[in-house]
């Protein structure tokens, strides 16, 4: 008794699925096989591109990535540059400053040796 209750819910959706079937037939005809033609190769076509695009993408991230590589290779250098002559001049400027007290020794000595 329990086996005929299941078996007629699915003898109800093949029907269902038969009937639709053959309304589909009944209105496309035999363009639905033109049809699914033409929407297969659409399908393919739009997968290609899709690959392509995913390709040029790939691309197009490498070349970012090795410039901003690039990039910060040479703003390292350049700031490296920067800091050695930075460096360069303060330890000239260094030199030529004399200390305040020693150029009071110095100009003190100078002036005893002039006096005497």
């Known amino acids: ?43 393919k076509d739009i997968q290609d591109k899709k690959e392509h695009l995913e390709n040029y993408i790939d691309e197009v991230r490498n070349e970012l990535m090795q410039s901003i590589d690039t990039l910060s290779t040479d703003v390292n250098i350049r700031i490296t540059d920067l800091e050695d002559s930075l460096n360069a001049k303060t330890d000239a400027l260094s030199e030529k400053k004399v200390d305040r007290r020693e150029l009071g020794k110095l100009l003190i000595n100078l002036g005893e040796k002039i006096s005497s």
């Open 1 to 43: 008794m329990s086996k005929k209750n299941t078996q007629e819910p699915i003898n109800d959706a093949v029907d269902s699925t038969s009937k639709i079937e053959a309304i589909k037939n009944l209105i496309f005809g035999e363009n639905m096989v033109q049809y699914d033609s033409e929407f297969e190769t659409l399908k």
